[in-house]
């Protein structure tokens, strides 16, 4: 029938292409494979939603800052036009009510002089040349002389 040359080479060619589409199958359908590509497309889907919501939350606030800058201008018009009623409609034309200024208030941006806060102490501090609060002739007049001779006490009188 056939020569065992051809015969083993058929047999070798076989056993070759099996083992290549036998490896290509087994990387396809490796459990590790599905569940690491599964992760990857769970953390790229995480990453999307993370991005909306940064966007959603930068929007709110920036809708709310507007919402907030046409609150104030209301209430600026609101005093105003309370202010310059009280002024027109007050007996003497002079009202305690002042319009605000337009626009938004400006803040300096030259620093002024600052001066340096201190922590307050948690003591009395000492004065140079007295004594400290804890020295035992803290508060006792320099002055007052102990008396040599005690003085019996006077007896009541009734």
Do not use: C
Request: glycine share 8%; hydrophobic share 30%; no cysteine.
């Amino acid at each position: 029938m056939y020569e065992l040359g051809t015969l083993i080479s058929f047999a070798a060619g076989s056993l070759i292409a099996g083992l290549i589409l036998g490896y290509f199958v087994l990387t396809k359908l490796k459990p590790e494979q599905q569940s690491r590509a599964a992760l990857e497309k769970q953390i790229n889907e995480m990453h999307k939603q993370q991005l909306d919501y940064q966007t959603q939350v930068s929007g709110h606030f920036d809708r709310t800052a507007e919402l907030l800058n046409d609150l104030a201008e209301s209430y600026r018009n609101v005093h105003n036009h309370i202010a310059k009623g009280a002024q027109d409609l007050h007996g003497t034309g002079i009202s305690p009510l002042q319009p605000l200024p337009e626009g938004r208030p400006v803040l300096e941006s030259k620093p002024g002089k600052t001066q340096h806060s201190q922590q307050p102490l948690d003591y009395a501090p000492r004065q140079p040349g007295s004594p400290g609060a804890l020295h035992e002739e803290f508060g006792l007049e320099k002055n007052h002389k102990p008396k040599e001779e005690a003085e019996p006490p006077a007896p009541p009188v009734m």
